[in-house]
């Protein structure tokens, strides 16, 4: 059995900061981690993946995500957020099915 | 290149009403899925297929039927619509996971479907 779980519905930042999106796995076997993102009325968008390598991997639109083995977490990560990042972000989970979180909300003021 | 294709994007059903949401992609996927979202609850999956003639249930399959007769259509059908159906439909598609387990979905825009 797999699941992903994200512990925050919202997350708030200012415009220029950096921007943390948390998320935690449970996975029997190797894990295959997945972020997307969502735009009000769109279906998702893939942002990036962590399949083997390095732990830090990168994305569209500046993300990235840190793959730690011995926290179980995956969690997305911009140096600068901007207005346009707030969205819906989703964490997933899997190898032909994919198992998604309850999803975060990003709110990025000006 | 229109990727992921569904159709309605809205409908408003009457309970014990029977409909069918499309979904076609042209990326020449393998595999399809149905998703359903509702708030606060992330994506569930309906119903999943990995080729033309192969479907399998997800985790919330109960009151839904799909068929694969060609590798470009997955059409969802409500038997005898109730309320607790009233979601946000996703159809979405990738090639696989293939060898490195990258199964990258392409999803659809969505069609809302309200059971009144």
């Known amino acids: 059995a797999q699941s992903v779980a994200q512990p925050e519905d919202q997350v708030n930042v200012a415009e220029g900061n950096p921007l943390t999106v948390k998320c935690t796995y449970s996975?029997?076997?190797?894990?295959?981690l997945f972020w997307y993102v969502q735009y009000p009325n769109r279906g998702l968008q893939f942002l990036l993946k962590y399949i083997t390598g390095d732990n830090l991997v990168k994305g569209s639109y500046g993300f990235e995500a840190e793959f730690n083995k011995s926290q179980t977490s995956f969690h997305l990560k911009k140096p600068s957020a901007l207005v346009s990042d707030s969205a819906l972000y989703f964490c997933?989970?899997?190898?032909?099915?994919?198992?998604f979180g309850t999803g975060t909300r990003l709110l990025v003021s000006p | 290149n229109a990727g992921v294709t569904q159709t309605p994007k809205f409908r408003i059903l009457k309970i014990g009403q029977s409909m069918t949401l499309q979904c076609t992609q042209d990326?020449?996927?393998?595999?399809m899925y149905w998703y359903r979202q509702d708030p606060g609850m992330g994506l569930k999956l309906i119903y999943y297929?990995?080729?033309?003639?192969?479907?399998d249930k997800g985790e919330v399959p109960n009151g839904y039927n799909v068929s694969r007769s060609t590798t470009e259509d997955f059409p969802l059908r409500l038997e005898l619509a109730a309320p607790s159906q009233t979601s946000v439909y996703f159809c979405a598609s990738s090639y696989g996971p293939g060898v490195s387990g990258a199964n990258v979905l392409t999803f659809g825009a969505g069609s809302r479907l309200t059971v009144l």
């Open positions: 996975v029997s076997g190797n894990p295959y």
């Open positions: 997933a989970s899997g190898f032909q099915k994919l198992v």
């Open positions: 297929s990995v080729g033309a003639g192969i479907t």
């Open positions: 990326m020449n996927h393998n595999y």
